[in-house]
């Protein structure tokens, strides 16, 4: 026989946390830790690479064409969106709705994307063509044990 | 005061900006399994897509219109939404998050051109995360949402309102006669709250325009119609009656579904498909602290099929194992 109107009560799991003690927490019959007054943060990589982090996201490269800047192909490339573009930035460009990893050369009102191998073009924009950046890279990350 | 940020063809935008050759073509986005268009650019709304609208409908105009369809990432699009959310929250100090692309902001105590403010961050969140968006600004919420609407309509359809109301629109910087010409140019039909059978209700009662419905008495609304409707109505008249929640209220109904990408005739993959979406209801259920009082499971046929249909559900019956008392 079954109900259709009874439930089961859920067992109610303990409410209490569990905590890890600290090292210093406890209380030591021996020396109190010299480097308890010199705890500081560790070293956290997001806070490192990531300034405007609403702004701020990853790419893969995938060519050669900035080998000479130390970006190869499979790096991941931290991308700012919020930083304004200047001349000697490496850049993320939209050049014919793609991507594309530049140099970017603004000087004297000429405005161009320049490769870091000599095996490739300048890229220089068309009649009535603007250059469209879509970010600035920040960093390049290369991971050598995957 | 209120400004309502809203993101222009949410999921639309969201794969252009990985995609920028996407820009100026006719996109749609397709639910789990490329069931329907959940999303239009307003290149496809123009060629006619509805929302909700299947796949197999709308898949000649590949070919014919040059139509891009894109499966869903929810993952992409719920990083975007935070992402813009965060920047909203500088229009003011309040802030409730409506839904993926929607945002009340609190403008109590903000000095200064709110419509200036609300340009620079519609500009922040554009070359921010790459996402246009629309803002209105009002008194109340209900006029809020109205302000949105206008300031997107602006934009997209030129000269269906004055320009400078594009992107962003602040009805409570317009004069008393420039603002009763641009609710008498809104449809009743676009206010919040005011459904399809209302609206059906009020243009048989010659309330067409916002403008007419703002001109009730909010005594004669209630009377005739319901205290949501005068609520709205108060709100459109300039009175705030709704307030932001901070928090949203838990869901009194939680439900995974999905339709199979093919047709499924063995009781293997439903029994695995079943459990998983319970699982993931449960999921939902305990990150919410509830309890679930019934849980009911169903199968259907897909109704765009032309065979036999099939739709049934179930209440699943709990076992008591308790020991019934002893008389």
């Known amino acids: 026989m079954y109900s259709t109107n009874a439930f089961y009560q859920p067992v109610l799991l303990s409410d209490a946390e569990a905590l890890l003690p600290l090292a210093g927490d406890r209380v030591q019959a021996g020396f109190p830790s010299p480097a308890e007054d010199f705890a500081v943060k560790r070293i956290d990589l997001t806070e490192v690479l990531v300034t405007h982090p609403q702004a701020t996201f990853l790419l893969r490269v995938s060519g050669e064409s900035m080998r000479d800047a130390g970006i190869f192909d499979g790096d991941m490339l931290v991308v700012d969106k919020a930083i304004k573009p200047r001349h000697g930035h490496i850049v993320v460009a939209v050049v014919d709705g793609e991507f594309t990893v530049k140099y970017l050369h603004m000087r004297a009102g000429r405005v161009k994307l320049k490769p870091a191998n000599v095996t490739f073009p300048e890229i220089l924009p068309k009649e009535g063509q603007t250059l469209a950046v879509w970010g600035v890279v920040t960093s390049a990350i290369k991971r050598f044990v995957c | ?327």
């Open chain 2, 1 to 327: 005061m209120y400004a309502l940020v809203d993101g222009n063809n949410f999921y639309v935008s969201c794969e252009r900006v990985f995609r920028p050759s996407l820009q100026g073509r006719p996109v749609v986005v397709l639910s789990n399994n490329d069931g329907c268009a959940i999303a239009r650019s307003n290149e496809a709304k123009e060629l006619g897509i509805k929302m909700g609208a299947p796949w197999f409908q709308i898949k000649h105009l590949e070919d014919e219109a040059g139509l891009v369809a894109l499966s869903a990432n929810f993952t992409l699009y719920g990083d975007m939404s935070d992402r813009m959310m965060s920047l909203a929250a500088g229009l003011g100090p309040t802030q409730e998050v409506y839904s993926i692309d929607e945002s009340f902001i609190g403008l109590d105590g903000v000095r200064g051109d709110l419509t200036e403010r609300a340009r620079k961050i519609r500009a922040r969140i554009n070359q921010w995360v790459g996402l246009p968006c629309g803002i209105g600004i009002a008194p109340t919420k209900t006029l809020s949402k109205l302000a949105n609407h206008i300031a997107k309509t602006a934009e997209r359809k030129p000269g269906s309102y004055p320009s400078d109301l594009a992107q962003v629109c602040n009805l409570a910087a317009l004069p008393t006669s420039d603002l009763d010409a641009v609710l008498a140019a809104t449809d009743v039909g676009e206010v919040w709250g005011v459904g399809p059978r209302i609206g059906k209700q009020l243009k048989a009662a010659g309330i067409c325009s916002v403008l007419d419905l703002r001109q009730l008495s909010a005594s004669t609304v209630r009377a005739n119609w319901s205290v949501v409707l005068e609520r709205t109505v108060r709100e459109l008249q300039g009175q705030p009656c709704i307030g932001l929640d901070d928090a949203p209220s838990a869901k009194q109904q939680i439900a995974c579904t999905r339709s199979f990408g093919q047709a499924v005739t063995d009781e293997l993959p439903l029994v695995e498909a079943v459990s998983e979406f319970a699982s993931r209801a449960a999921f939902k259920l305990r990150k919410q602290s509830s309890l679930a009082s019934e849980v009911l499971v169903f199968v259907r046929t897909s109704p765009f099929r032309d065979t036999p249909q099939y739709n049934r559900s179930i209440v699943v019956p709990w076992y008591d194992r308790r020991p019934t008392p002893q008389s």
